[in-house]
C-alpha cells in the first residue's frame, strides 16, 4: 500500500469514528431533551451540528478524491464504471499471487468518490483475499465485520464468507457473537446481477440475516456442533445442546455474549430460553447484567421472575 494510501485509510478511520461519537452524543442529548436541561443542551448542540456536518463533508470528499488518485492503477480499476473493465482488472491482480494482497488490502475498506464505485472495489477486494487465503486481512475484516454503522449488510456479509474461506482461527469468536445478528441481507436485483456477473455467488433472492453468513463461516471452520447446540438452546430446553456447549470453553465468552444479546430480543420466548441457558452453563459473569435487566421496569413480570431464579443460582455458585 502506498504511503500515501495509508494517509487516506487513516483519515478515514478517523472520521468514521468522529462521526460516530458526534452522532452518538447528539443522541444522547436528544434522549435529554425530556427535561429543561436537556432540552438547553439540545438547543446548544444542534447548531454545532449543523455548521460542523457541511464541513466534515467537504474535507471528506477532498480526502476521499486523494485517496482514489493514491491508488495502484489496478486497484482503482476495481471501481470502474465498467464491468468489463473491473473483471480483467481483477483476473490480472489475482494473477499476481501473494503480491496482490496489500494491493486488495489498500481498497478493503475505500472511500467512496464521484464516479468511482467503492462498493464494487470493496466486494472484488473481499473476494480476491478469501480466494488468496489472505490472513494478513484478518483484522481489516472483522472490522467490516462488526462495524454496522459504515458498512453496508452485504459488506459485512461478504466479511463473514471470507473469514470462512480464509480459515484463521482467530476469527472464531467473533464470528460466534455475529450469530445474533439479525441485520438482513436483501441484494437489489441490480446488486444480484453484478454479483452472479462477478462469480460471487453467495447471495440469494431470498433475504437472509447476517447471522447465517456467520453460522456458515463457522462451520467451514469446522464449528457446526457449536452453531447447532447454541441455535438450540435458544429454541428449547435442550440439555444434550447444553453439554455440547460446555465443551467449547475457549469459545464461553462468545458464548455468553450471544446470549446475553439475546435478552434485548423483543421475542418473550428467546429471552426466557437465554435466561435458561445462561443459568445452565453457570453464567456467573452475566449476574451484573442479568441484575440491571430484573431491576428494569420495562422487563415483564415473567421475564423478571425468571431472571430472579437464574440470579439465585448464579449467585450461589460464584
Not at 112 to 122: E, T, V
Not at 176 to 191: G, K, Q, W
Not at 232 to 246: F, G, M, P, T
Not at 274 to 294: G, N, S, T
Request: glycine share 4%; hydrophobic share 50%.
Amino acid at each position: 500500500m502506498s504511503e500515501e494510501a495509508v494517509k487516506m485509510s487513516s483519515w478515514k478511520s478517523f472520521l468514521s469514528k468522529f462521526q460516530r461519537v458526534f452522532v452518538q452524543g447528539l443522541e444522547a442529548t436528544g434522549e435529554l431533551a425530556l427535561s429543561a436541561f436537556g432540552f438547553f443542551m439540545f438547543l446548544l448542540a444542534y447548531p454545532v451540528f449543523l455548521v460542523l456536518s457541511p464541513l466534515i463533508l467537504s474535507v471528506d470528499a477532498f480526502y476521499s478524491r486523494r485517496f482514489v488518485s493514491s491508488l495502484h492503477p489496478l486497484v482503482r480499476q476495481l471501481g470502474d464504471s465498467e464491468p468489463e473493465k473491473r473483471r480483467l482488472a481483477f483476473e490480472q491482480l489475482m494473477a499476481m499471487g501473494k503480491e496482490a494482497i496489500p494491493l486488495f488490502i489498500s481498497v478493503i475498506n475505500p472511500m467512496g468518490c464521484r464516479n468511482w464505485d467503492a462498493f464494487s472495489a470493496q466486494l472484488l477486494a473481499i473476494k480476491g483475499l478469501a480466494q488468496l487465503k489472505a490472513k494478513e486481512a484478518f483484522e481489516h475484516l472483522i472490522e467490516i465485520l462488526v462495524d454496522w454503522d459504515f458498512n453496508s449488510p452485504e459488506i459485512r456479509a461478504m466479511a463473514a464468507w471470507a473469514l470462512g474461506e480464509i480459515g484463521d482461527e482467530r476469527a472464531v469468536p467473533h464470528l460466534i457473537e455475529a450469530l445474533d445478528d439479525e441485520e438482513t441481507v436483501a441484494p437489489e436485483p441490480n446488486d444480484l446481477t453484478f454479483f452472479r456477473s462477478n462469480s460471487i455467488d453467495i447471495f440469494s433472492d431470498a433475504p437472509k440475516p447476517i447471522k447465517h453468513y456467520a453460522a456458515e463461516a463457522l462451520k467451514k471452520l469446522g464449528l457446526s456442533e457449536l452453531v447447532n447446540a447454541l441455535w438450540s438452546v435458544l429454541e428449547e430446553k435442550d440439555d444434550e445442546a447444553i453439554r455440547k456447549l460446555k465443551q467449547f470453553e475457549s469459545y464461553r465468552d462468545a458464548i455468553v455474549e450471544v446470549l446475553l444479546s439475546a435478552l434485548d430480543n423483543r421475542s418473550l420466548n428467546l429471552s426466557l430460553q437465554a435466561i435458561w441457558a445462561l443459568r445452565e452453563l453457570k453464567a456467573v459473569e452475566a449476574i451484573p447484567q442479568l441484575e440491571r435487566k430484573a431491576r428494569s421496569m420495562f422487563t415483564p413480570k415473567i421475564v423478571k421472575e425468571a431472571y430472579r431464579e437464574a440470579l439465585k443460582d448464579l449467585k450461589f455458585w460464584a
